[in-house]
């Protein structure tokens, strides 16, 4: 059984366990686990850890341990190549990041990443598709809270292509960075071409505290980012976060694979892109 360590932009989250025919640990072969991003208008991001076993004591050292930190990372968009390095961010946890200072994403472009580590070769695709737009963003208290409630966030769908989401939140002087909502991936088979409001729940900083407070509260400025991405890169978070909410207990599982669009052998992870919109409510 794998316990696998994916360092998620923003977070550190700690993916449910992947059943295997056998519980014995001493057999245990890590995999490579690459988290990598790149927005419209911002530099790519790509976080590198090793998985562990399900049976690994994990804790704040043996995470450090985990991460791999003597890869060369290229990203690259046909015409520009940049060979990204290694920076401490403290914002993250644990704080190494291999962080572009060039290329910057743009709507409409294809990106392409290469990881070389121990003679190994993994690779990846991706695109950054038109920001999604919201028509309105608003506040309401949940039933019998006199504080407490929740932000909802209405957009009308493009009936002419499928259509992929995602929504992260940030509430000033207290998060330090964008956080993934509750469920926070969402493709618009359900509703295309129709008006759709999100109930935006706050979630968990990381996965190893999930917090079963989903409120946001009076007092609260909040940032929204809204996030469109492509298909591949939706199918790997709505994998996920089938296997971290709806299943939940790591000794179950639901039997389906987590969707990984990374290219080469023993290799887990995501690399995506994403058109970004921005938005605030000052919560009254």
Not at 155 to 175: S, W
Not at 185 to 196: E, L, P, R, T
Not at 244 to 267: C, K, M, Q, R, T
Request: with cysteine.
């Amino acid at each position: 059984m794998d316990r696998l360590v994916l360092l998620i932009i923003p977070a550190v989250l700690l993916l449910a366990c992947v059943p295997e025919p056998s519980l014995d640990q001493t057999a245990y072969e890590p995999k490579l686990v690459i988290d990598g991003s790149i927005e419209s208008g911002g530099f790519p991001r790509v976080v590198l850890s090793n998985s562990a076993s399900y049976f690994m004591n994990i804790d704040s050292a043996n995470i450090r341990d985990l991460i791999v930190s003597t890869a060369k990372v290229t990203v690259s968009d046909g015409e520009t190549e940049e060979i990204l390095t290694l920076k401490r961010d403290d914002d993250f946890f644990p704080p190494y990041v291999y962080q572009g200072t060039s290329l910057k994403g743009e709507v409409g472009k294809t990106y392409s990443l290469t990881v070389e580590v121990k003679g190994k070769r993994y690779t990846a695709s991706t695109t950054i598709p038109p920001p999604a737009k919201f028509d309105k963003l608003w506040f309401e208290l949940a039933p019998g809270k006199d504080s407490l409630g929740y932000v909802y966030g209405q957009l009308t769908d493009n009936a002419e292509e499928a259509n992929y989401y995602r929504v992260f939140t940030q509430r000033l002087n207290k998060d330090n960075r964008f956080i993934p909502v509750y469920l926070s991936a969402v493709g618009d088979q359900y509703f295309n071409g129709q008006q759709f409001t999100f109930t935006i729940l706050r979630g968990p900083e990381n996965f190893t505290n999930v917090i079963d407070d989903l409120y946001f509260k009076r007092g609260d400025s909040v940032r929204v980012k809204l996030c469109s991405m492509d298909r591949a890169h939706f199918d790997f978070w709505r994998t996920v976060e089938r296997e971290l909410y709806v299943v939940g207990n790591p000794f179950s599982s639901s039997g389906n694979e987590i969707i990984s669009n990374i290219d080469g052998d023993d290799a887990l992870g995501v690399w995506g892109g994403y058109g970004v919109s921005f938005y605030a409510i000052n919560i009254k």
